[in-house]
């Protein structure tokens, strides 16, 4: 069977809707027109093929790539093919209602996220599933960890680099005491400090911590808290002082040892495309000396190994 290549940046969104019902058509599914097409469309470009192959074909483009794509490309097809807030609404309600519970997952996709981004999801939420994402945290999660996520969500933070001296001083000092001073641990200040609190005041209070403590609040997080608490707290201040790196490390992390943790590798790539990809690349070639491409080349294959790879970008 000959492959349809359409030029990515020169049909328009009737164009593709039209290709992409050739490419179903017949014997086979033209796969590799399919990612040709859908790769190399951002989020507004996806959403009008959609809404044309709708008014074409009289059918849902959703339903019918579930129909036409199987496994592991079918998976990150389909999640590639909603906006951003709607892809972490998705995600953050399959990891809160799954039979077995990820909240490793759900506390990833919420603690990574700027508050203005935490919003727009909220309302994605409750649009597609008729429930508030409080109402499910609160169902699913317990404890301080339950109380954190629920802080986090729910409080707008600033969102510029502008930082208090005094006030990272003050919430420093106030850290230091919460938990490694004392003997057990004040979770409520953590909880504070962790969902009130700006991405650049949060870096400057780990700067300060280790100054005036001669140790790293990542640190004391490990010391001092555990489970999901622990990893929600980690992850809000990882993401405060570098997030790319973050990112750079979950990928190490799913594509790390023996067999390669796909539903991990799926999220974030298909997450961050279109956000802060271009600083996960390089990061992860200055980390580790190989580029994020030549990794995902080695873990995977076929046509899902070209999907990835064409969301990826050049190899550099």
Request: charge should be positive.
């Amino acid at each position: 069977m000959s492959t349809l290549i359409v030029p990515p940046l020169l049909s328009s969104p009737r164009d593709d809707a039209m290709h992409l019902y050739r490419a179903f058509k017949g014997f086979g599914t033209d796969t590799s027109a399919v990612i040709s097409i859908l790769a190399h469309r951002d989020a507004a470009q996806r959403a009008l093929i959609q809404h044309e192959y709708r008014a074409l074909y009289a059918e849902d483009l959703l339903k019918r790539l579930t129909s036409e794509l199987t496994g592991k490309l079918e998976t990150a097809v389909l999640l590639w093919m909603h906006d951003l807030p709607g892809r972490d609404a998705i995600i953050v309600r399959q990891a809160l209602i799954a039979d077995i519970l990820n909240l490793e997952t759900a506390t990833e996709v919420i603690c990574s996220r700027m508050s203005s981004q935490i919003q727009v999801f909220k309302q994605h939420y409750y649009a597609k599933f008729g429930v508030h994402l409080e109402h499910d945290i609160e169902l699913r999660a317990s404890g301080d960890h339950k109380k954190l996520l629920l802080a986090y969500v729910s409080t707008p933070r600033y969102e510029g680099r502008e930082v208090d001296r005094n006030m990272v001083e003050k919430d420093a000092k106030a850290l230091y005491k919460a938990g490694e001073r004392r003997l057990g641990t004040d979770e409520k200040t953590f909880i504070r400090v962790f969902s009130e609190r700006s991405a650049a005041h949060l870096a400057a209070v780990d700067s300060a911590y280790h100054n005036m403590y001669g140790n790293s609040l990542k640190k004391a997080i490990k010391k001092e808290t555990s489970g999901h608490f622990e990893h929600a707290l980690k992850t809000i201040l990882q993401c405060s002082e570098n997030p790319a790196m973050y990112f750079v490390k979950l990928l190490r992390k799913a594509m790390k040892g023996l067999g390669t943790n796909d539903s991990a590798l799926i999220r974030v790539i298909v997450t961050r495309t279109e956000i802060d990809m271009q600083y996960i690349k390089a990061e992860y070639l200055k980390k580790y000396r190989k580029t994020l491409n030549d990794a995902v080349h080695s873990e995977t294959s076929g046509h899902y190994r070209a999907f990835l790879l064409a969301l990826l970008g050049p190899n550099q």
